[in-house]
């Protein structure tokens, strides 16, 4: 391949290898030209282009897909948790507490340190590292250090001093973890110490690694309780000036007005209805099973959420919510059903309004986001991580309530447009392998087929931002697509219990790379968006 498509104003016809698009289950070449698709299909026809393009490029058999879109992202964190202090793979308290001593030790100009990732439910010590443990770490330095679901952390004694009476805020307990408007606050104090040379670094390389994994767009979902409003507005600016992954920011504010000021597209992302599972904030209709009487934390309640979404319909913006927990859930469902009851059902259902995560849902749930139009913008790296017998899910609920959670089939048999993400850091950037979650769920009647995976992270995604014209290689479409080195295609179902469609090529249905637990998978070679190269894997 040559550099050649850096240029999105070329004309380039790409040839010779396998090209996943429905207008051509059998096609083998595309050409695309001024930023869209431009043609799909079959070699012996693409000689007639070949005199009239710009670039020819031999696919040598790779793979070319649509780019991925990842729904639910925290970029700046994730350039923070690519570049410094990631405890996600440590097995132990001791084992976290040398990497935090040899981050602090390696970083002594850092006014503040910053690192995400420990999960003490995975630690034989079963407990987080202690603020007098972690003071004498770092040598006495600022240090925020974020749970895997980043609902909770861990701090020193130097970044509570930044924050004048953190200790009589909610969710301060002086001998645990920081939850609520305390997390906020230290989570606010820590981000403000980032120098802009930082926090640039960190998301340039987000994007740059996003990119490499073949993901076209990015949803940023930022707020005021989780980022910044300069955070927000310079990842916005970047992605304008530099060539990389588009950036559709949502910012999670009740102030419609200031969110539409800063340049989202929605008053939603992590507009938080509850908390998370493994902070013990995630708010529950019945009581944790490790945690005695404890039905977690509402941030909303119904009429909030009714309120919000009426206001956000009439100014043509998209309202979500963040919202884990059964009881969350049902508060967000009550909400827009009396948004549509004072709006009309066809208004709501037409704004594509959106929840983030929905893990705990039952039928009626399930039957309600059908009914109101919602977007279940969904994690299925969640269940491979926390799910099963005896994960996190189990641990926090019990196996039968943990074998309700994520049920993907049964959202899309109701017909509930799913959009698929990551909300990283929380978990990787890894878009064939969240694929493979959901094909592969833990709880075997909530899998879902390969096709249907695939399409949740690439089409629905642009369905999730009002976009039914993107996220699939069809003429008139966006020209973002990804290059992969891969195995044989097969179309895929896990077992006989999900829906599968025929082998037979006489069928029409395009394959995919075989996604079997334990099969390698597909390596990127190349990202284009809108007809420009954003990355091309060395040597290639």
């Known amino acids: 391949m040559t550099d050649s498509l850096k240029n999105e104003h070329r004309t380039v016809l790409l040839r010779g290898g396998e090209v996943h698009s429905p207008a051509d289950p059998f096609a083998t070449a595309m050409v695309v030209e001024r930023g869209h ?67 602090a030790s390696a970083r002594p100009g850092d006014r503040i340190l ?113 980022s910044s409003e300069d955070d927000f507005t310079a990842l916005l600016d970047l ?126 749930t399930i039957a309600a986001f059908a009914e109101l139009g919602l977007t279940a913008s969904v994690q299925p790296a969640f269940d491979a991580a926390w799910g099963g017998e005896e994960g996190m899910y189990a641990e926090r609920l019990g196996a039968e309530r943990a074998r309700t959670l994520n049920p993907y089939a049964a959202l899309l048999r109701s017909g509930v447009p799913l959009a698929f993400g990551s909300d990283s850091p929380v978990t990787p950037l890894d878009p064939w392998g969240t694929v493979r979650a959901a094909a592969f769920h833990r709880t075997p009647g909530h899998r879902i087929s390969v096709r249907a995976a695939f399409a949740a992270h690439t089409r629905g995604g642009w369905r999730a931002v009002g976009r039914d014209d993107a996220g699939t290689l069809v003429p008139g479409a966006p020209a973002d697509y990804a290059v992969w080195r891969t195995g044989a295609l097969v179309v895929q179902a896990p077992d006989d219990r999900v829906a599968r469609w025929s082998t037979d090529p006489r069928s029409g249905t395009p394959g995919l790379p075989d996604l079997t637990p334990g099969r390698e998978l597909p390596v990127c070679l190349r990202t284009v968006v809108s007809g420009q190269t954003v990355y091309e894997r060395p040597n290639e």
Not at 177 to 196: C, I, N
């Open 37 to 103: 698709v431009a043609w799909v299909g079959s070699e012996g026809a693409a000689d007639a282009f070949a005199t009239g393009v710009d670039d020819v490029v031999d696919l040598e058999g790779a793979l070319v897909t649509p780019a991925f879109v990842d729904a639910h992202v925290h970029t700046t964190a994730t350039g923070l948790a690519l570049t410094g202090l990631d405890l996600s793979s440590a097995g132990s308290l001791d084992e976290a507490a040398e990497r935090i001593r040899a981050y």
């Open 114 to 226: 910053i690192g995400h990732g420990w999960d003490a439910s995975r630690w034989p010590e079963r407990r987080a590292p202690r603020r007098d443990e972690l003071d004498a770490l770092t040598g006495g330095r600022p240090l925020y250090l974020t749970r895997v679901d980043v609902h909770s952390a861990v701090v020193t004694t130097a970044l509570l001093d930044l924050v004048p009476g953190i200790r009589a805020r909610d969710g301060f307990r002086d001998a645990e973890p920081l939850t609520g408007d305390a997390h906020h606050a230290v989570r606010a104090a820590a981000y403000a110490a980032l120098s802009p040379r930082q926090r640039t670094e960190a998301q340039r390389a987000a994007r740059a690694h996003a990119a490499s994994l073949g993901i076209g767009t990015v949803h940023e979902c930022g707020g005021p309780r989780i």
């Open 239 to 364: 992605a304008r000036e530099e060539p990389g992954p588009r950036i559709v920011g949502y910012w999670a504010d009740l102030d419609i007005e200031r969110a539409r000021a800063l340049g989202a597209v929605g008053a939603a992302g992590d507009l938080f209805a509850d908390g998370s599972l493994g902070s013990h904030t995630a708010c529950l209709h019945e009581p944790y099973a490790d945690a005695d009487a404890h039905t977690g934390v509402a941030h909303l309640d119904a009429a909030a959420i009714a309120a919000h979404v009426v206001a956000c319909t009439e100014a043509g913006l998209q309202a979500g919510f963040h919202a884990i927990g059964d009881a969350a859930v049902t508060a967000v469902a009550d909400g827009v059903r009396a948004a549509s009851e004072k709006l009309g059902l066809a208004r709501v259902r037409a704004a594509r309004h959106r929840v983030e995560h929905a893990e705990m849902l039952t039928p009626e």
